[in-house]
């Protein structure tokens, strides 16, 4: 089974700008989630999306969005880049349905979009 | 407010000279405890889920145990391919899905 995708694998942009990532979940995963990772912070969470619908999101500016399409592939867009927005960013699926429950499913990531804003 | 604090930051070791990396949680209520390795350049690789205290998972040369309030990821005679970046991170009862609260990992060298 193909793990999580994603792509690109680095990009570089100007502050200002704005970017698209791309993920493709695992075969049969509806659930995929997308984190931020910087040396300072560490992982943070920014959303989840399960059947095309966030059902959870986490403590960014609005300039920080995603959707999902049908197949489940998911894009995350972040407007207006700014220089603290350089991280890697990382995403994950999972099979889990419940609301709340990780349980015998957890979360399987990719290997991330390094973005570089300059 | 969701915390875990990992300890030590970061850990050389020899080969064959076993130890522990520590995970201290404070959460309203745990539904999950979860043990990831990273790889430089690469996503985090799911290791363990651990629900109850008194709880324990193994996986080769690695051993997870978890307390009320903290966790432990136990490595014996590790080699230098166990070299790594070992992340914690705990899912609230409260929270649903996939959000997960993240330390900032332990940075484990293994020299031969």
């Known amino acids: 089974k193909a793990g999580v995708t994603q792509t690109p694998r680095y990009l570089i942009k100007t502050r200002g700008q704005q970017v698209t990532l791309s993920c493709s979940p695992i075969s049969g995963h509806r659930s995929v989630s997308w984190y931020q990772q910087t040396p300072g912070q560490g992982l943070q969470f920014l959303f989840e999306?399960?059947?095309?619908?966030?059902?959870n999101k986490g403590n960014f500016p609005g300039r920080f969005s995603g959707r999902q399409f049908s197949n489940s592939r998911s894009e995350m867009n972040v407007s207006t880049l700014e220089l603290g927005d350089s991280a890697l960013y990382l995403c994950?699926?999972?099979?889990?349905?419940?609301?709340?429950?990780?349980?015998?499913?957890?979360?399987?990531f990719g290997n991330g979009t390094r973005l570089t804003v300059t | 407010e969701d915390q875990v604090t990992q300890s030590p930051e970061a850990l050389r070791l020899q080969e064959g000279e076993s130890s522990s990396l520590n995970c201290s949680y404070t959460v309203s209520g745990l539904r999950g405890l979860f043990w990831y390795r990273q790889d430089p350049g690469k996503g985090p690789e799911f290791l363990f889920t651990l629900y109850s205290a008194g709880e324990e998972k193994e996986k080769e040369r690695l051993k997870a145990t978890l307390t009320k309030k903290e966790s432990f990821l136990h490595i014996t005679a590790p080699k230098p391919e166990d070299s790594a970046t070992y992340l914690c991170a705990v899912q609230a009862e409260e929270t649903s899905g996939s959000r997960l609260t993240f330390g900032e990992g332990t940075q484990l060298t293994v020299n031969p």
């Open positions: 999306y399960f059947s095309e619908t966030q059902r």
């Open positions: 994950a699926s999972s099979s889990h349905r419940d609301r709340g429950l990780l349980r015998n499913s957890p979360l399987h």
